[in-house]
């Protein structure tokens, strides 16, 4: 229920009416729960429309956002927080991505309380996270336009009907144009209350780039990339112990294992077709492993590669928060099946090739 307490009643009761036999019985009292929520969001929203709609709609971006690409589980949450640091750019936090109506309002409304909160591990890598943390935008994105993967998380029964927004591709164009409003209206809200260039990451953006291109003809990007077994053994344990607790009905583990290597597949059919479009220099690929042997010094080339400003006064702030941080053991987890090994090896085979993986027997 954790992804749906944004939304506004109009859409809750749309997305209800079309997954309604997608429920377990056993999650009525959630949705009633869920029902409230929703009709107390959709007041606030309207306040928060009366005071900031006008605002919001004169707001100018008048500088492209800086976007971090990668599969699930490569380590684009880790690059965000570490980038976050630099104090040139602001990006979405963990309320204001569960809460994109309301955030303008509500959040210093709530702060005291929020800030009282202890700070909360997330179950597939124990990552300490607090509400001010950065986000993916892909969760506001959900909420807002209803037009997301995120929402195959909750109806599992129609995954495959959500899963048409991970490209953008299959929609009809007044699909994609809605579903561009809504992401940019998200932006524009940010960029009223930060007066920033925007930080963003979201793994459904690499499979987008073509879309956000359009959109932001000059933007950056930082794509990150990870061998692609641990990638998969770690987006396994991500369903295992997150998208299975957020789900509304009970999931096939086998069907999801499917949806993960065939996801994967798709997204990097189209990164690496997109990718073409980008402009030169404006586009710098890194290793996931070359990352946490030495993250002063990846991340310094993406500075130089991308020639962004700032890295004087940002490298001592990453130096510092570094030097702080206790040293982080990773889940360890079982061998792939030689059934979804041999399928991952076709699957995924370009993607080994593009980044010098070795494919195992």
Do not use: C
């Amino acid at each position: 229920m954790e992804l749906l307490i944004g939304l506004n009643a109009s859409d809750w009761f749309s997305l209800f009416r079309k997954n309604i036999f997608g429920i377990s019985p056993n999650n009525w009292p959630a949705i009633l729960k869920l029902t409230l929520i929703t009709l107390r969001n959709s007041s606030l929203m309207k306040k928060e429309i009366r005071q900031y709609g006008q605002q919001i709609e004169q707001t100018e971006i008048k500088e492209a956002p800086l976007f971090i690409l990668g599969h699930w589980r490569s380590g684009t949450t880790l690059l965000h927080r570490l980038m976050s640091l630099d104090p040139q750019f602001a990006y979405p936090n963990m309320f204001e991505v569960y809460n994109p109506w309301t955030f303008l309002t509500m959040e210093p409304v709530l702060e005291k309380q929020l800030q009282n909160l202890p700070p909360e591990k997330r179950p597939m890598d124990n990552m300490v996270m607090t509400y001010k943390d950065p986000a993916e935008d892909e969760f506001a994105i959900s909420l807002l336009s209803s037009k997301s993967p995120i929402l195959g998380w909750a109806f599992p029964k129609h995954e495959q009907y959500f899963d048409r927004y991970l490209t953008l591709h299959n929609l009809t164009e007044a699909e994609r144009q809605e579903w561009k409003r809504f992401f940019v209206y998200f932006l524009k809200k940010l960029t009223l209350k930060y007066q920033k260039p925007l930080l963003l990451k979201s793994p459904h953006h690499t499979a987008r780039v073509k879309t956000l291109l359009e959109i932001f003809p000059d933007a950056k990007f930082i794509h990150i990339h990870r061998n692609p077994y641990q990638i998969f053994r770690s987006t396994v344990n991500l369903y295992k112990n997150t998208v299975a607790s957020l789900s509304l009905s009970k999931r096939n583990m086998e069907k999801d294992i499917e949806g993960i290597i065939n996801r994967y597949r798709v997204m990097y059919d189209f990164f690496f077709e997109e990718r073409k479009g980008i402009k030169p220099n404006h586009l710098i690929d890194i290793a996931f492993e070359e990352l946490e042997s030495d993250f002063e010094k990846e991340i310094g080339k993406i500075y130089s590669s991308l020639n962004l400003a700032g890295w004087d006064t940002y490298k001592p702030l990453l130096h510092n928060y570094l030097q702080k941080q206790p040293e982080y053991k990773k889940n360890k987890y079982p061998p792939i099946e030689k059934r979804w090994k041999e399928k991952i090896n076709r699957y995924w085979e370009r993607a080994f090739k593009e980044w010098g993986y070795p494919i195992e027997e």
